[in-house]
């Protein structure tokens, strides 16, 4: 098998399971676990990120955002509300 072969096989397997809900870094670190070179892990996770980004819908809008704030309340002293019950 070729080296694009064996890579190839790699990105599928984690595209395979992350769609099943697994994070990518227990998918490395199993495959790690499994004998699988580090560097050729890597390179294969890399390459997934990259094919999904481009698969990624895109906004065509920019998403508005609202920021809602509660009215401010005056907080007054002590001394400014018995000052207040005799006014």
Do not use: C, H
């Not at 984690?14 to 099943?20: A, D, E, R």
């Not at 670190?29 to 481009?54: F, S």
């Amino acid at each position: 098998m070729t080296e694009q072969g064996y890579i190839r096989q790699l990105i599928n397997y984690i595209k395979k399971n992350l769609s099943k809900g697994y994070t990518l870094e227990s998918l490395k670190w199993a495959l790690i676990n499994q004998g699988y070179p580090r560097m050729e892990v890597d390179r294969a996770i890399k390459i997934t990120n990259e094919e999904l980004a481009k698969e990624a819908p895109k906004f065509v809008e920019k998403p508005i955002i609202k920021v809602e704030t509660e009215p401010q309340v005056e907080e007054k002293t002590l001394w400014q509300r018995i000052k207040s019950w005799f006014s």
